[in-house]
């Protein structure tokens, strides 16, 4: 059977969990319009950030989203959490429809669903003290612990590996790994069931993102919470995450398990990406082909027909602009690997897990939460 025979025969275009769904994403869209005049404005076109995507995490299960700068990653982080209005699609958390909640009804929501951002510096007011940031969810939301919110506070920053005694300062007082731990006491104030981390260690140092993915496993395994963990760092998230979804301009083009998808990659752009990880390769002897992709990311603003990715894919055929291929899962493939290729790499097309380089803080034994950063 033919690769292209082969996706004629999908056998499932949804994947399966071993719990219930906590979170159900389906035809997520975002569009952000152009617009051109000074008074009498007019739209004359728009930007594609993620265009159609269907996902689904389970209860205390992580899901990565890997991909290149502006493929939508982020986008999709902020629409989940409802920070931005998506232009179509449907959000479901916890069984709740909150794609269109109004805003004065959303709190209930976000008790349960919560964000840690990007960048630890302009996340935190400067203006407030650490227990400050870390008390506003809980007052916002009327939860009165029974021992006070300074002690509620104070506890959250150890569990986080901090002191208690930070209470008081300040957030030019610490470094970053710190400040981005203040933000993981925030998300946690509410004892949230999802967490969408947005890149939560891109801004640190090698040795302090290793600390923080590490305090992310402890907390997961402790308090059973899914996450949505946004990353570009296959390594980081081949460590983290149970399941892995590829995004690739404003679209999913594969979704699998994280051995599967570092083992057996079926979509070309997956195989140029962990082609492009560096190799454990001590004594030279075991030598991965470099794909490197020619051209450059398309515009956003005017997508290519079709395959989003045949303009810069090795195997673009005729077919390929002019039927966008659906994310399926393919006769060769293992139950919830899901792949939109219409020629896909074969099955037998392997790359060994251990080649992935890991920095080796991230498998380090001992306390994960230390407070050296």
């Known amino acids: 059977m033919t690769a292209a025979d082969e996706q004629e025969q999908p056998v499932s275009t949804t994947e399966p969990t071993a719990g219930e769904h906590l979170l159900e994403v389906t035809g997520l869209t975002k569009h952000f319009p152009i617009r051109h005049g000074i008074v009498f404005q007019r739209q004359i076109g728009a930007v594609h950030a993620v265009d159609g995507i269907d996902f689904t995490v389970g209860a205390g299960q992580s899901l990565g989203l890997v991909g290149e700068s502006g493929c939508g990653k982020s986008t999709t982080g902020r629409l989940v959490t409802r920070l ?85 300062r300040y957030p030019n007082e610490f470094s970053g790994g710190q400040r981005q731990r203040i933000g993981i006491a925030r998300a946690l104030a509410l004892r949230p069931k999802l967490i969408v981390a947005d890149e939560p260690v891109s801004a640190l140092d090698v040795s302090i993102q290793a600390q923080i993915v590490n305090l992310l496993q402890d907390l997961q395994r402790e308090f059973g919470i899914a996450f949505v963990f946004i990353a570009h760092d296959l390594a980081v998230v081949r460590h983290f995450c149970e399941r892995v979804a590829v995004m690739y301009l404003g679209k999913i083009v594969e979704v699998a398990d994280r051995q599967t998808l570092y083992t057996r990659p079926r979509h070309p752009y997956t195989h140029a990406l962990l082609s492009a990880v560096p190799e454990a390769d001590p004594d030279g002897t075991r030598r991965r082909e470099r794909i490197r992709l020619a051209g450059d990311v398309p515009s956003p603003v005017d997508p290519p027909s079709g395959c989003r990715f045949r303009t810069r894919c090795w195997k673009a055929q005729e077919r390929c602009a002019r039927e966008e291929p659906p994310l399926v899962r393919l006769a060769g493939n293992g139950d919830g690997h899901l792949t939109a290729c219409h020629f896909p790499e074969e099955p037998s097309v392997e790359a060994r897990e251990e080649d992935i380089v890991l920095d080796p803080a991230l498998t380090a034994s001992g306390d994960s939460a230390s407070t050296s950063s």
């Open 84 to 168: 931005l209005e998506p232009t179509a699609g449907k959000v479901v958390f916890d069984g709740d429809d909150i794609t269109h909640t109004p805003e004065n009804r959303m709190k209930e929501a976000r008790r349960n669903l919560q964000m840690i951002f990007q960048d630890p510096y302009s996340s935190l007011n400067p203006r407030h003290t650490v227990g400050t940031i870390v008390e506003t969810p809980m007052r916002l939301n009327g939860i009165n612990p029974p021992q006070g919110h300074k002690k509620r506070a104070q506890e959250l920053l150890e569990t986080v590996g901090l002191s208690p005694e930070h209470y008081n």
